[in-house]
């Protein structure tokens, strides 16, 4: 009884293994990362560069291992979290407060950068405002 409870265990595990493929939103994202020299200047240029960089091709073909909602899935010029590059990326938009916005490299996702007050900046980040819009204030 013992190897038959062992055996159905082992192929629940295969098929829950197979069913869930182990690339995350933040992996997708990771994908998709790049240095840049620069970010867009204004909403014109984000547009084109977004273009370029077409996360939508990205969620196509990913899609079926990430859970997140394609709409959030997006077009980022952001810096990294050691603030020594600037990163294109596509990932999960979200909510910004008070900080700058960072692509942070080791978990692929898009966050505040808690030690870097772009309030201060000139242009300066907004109290709050949408990842997306990080270029607006680097």
């Known amino acids: 009884m013992w190897c038959i409870e062992q055996l159905s265990f082992f192929l629940l595990w295969i098929c829950i293994d197979y069913t869930f ?26 547009k084109q560069f977004a ?23 997006q077009y980022h010029c952001v810096i990294n979290n050691y603030r020594n590059e600037t990163i294109e990326v596509c990932a999960i938009k979200t ?29 300066p980040c907004k109290d709050n405002y949408t990842s997306t819009d990080a270029y607006l204030c680097m």
Request: net charge negative; with cysteine.
């Open 95 to 123: 909510k910004i407060y008070g900080y700058c916005t960072e692509f942070n490299v080791v978990g692929g996702i898009i966050q505040n950068h808690l030690g870097y007050d772009c309030t201060k900046f000139d242009p």
């Open 51 to 73: 273009t370029n960089k077409n996360c939508e091709r990205y969620w196509n073909l990913y899609k079926h291992q990430c859970i997140e909602d394609h709409l959030k899935f």
């Open 21 to 46: 493929p182990s690339l995350s939103c933040g992996d997708l994202s990771l994908e998709t990362m790049k240095v840049v020299a620069s970010c867009p200047s204004n909403e014109d240029e984000k």
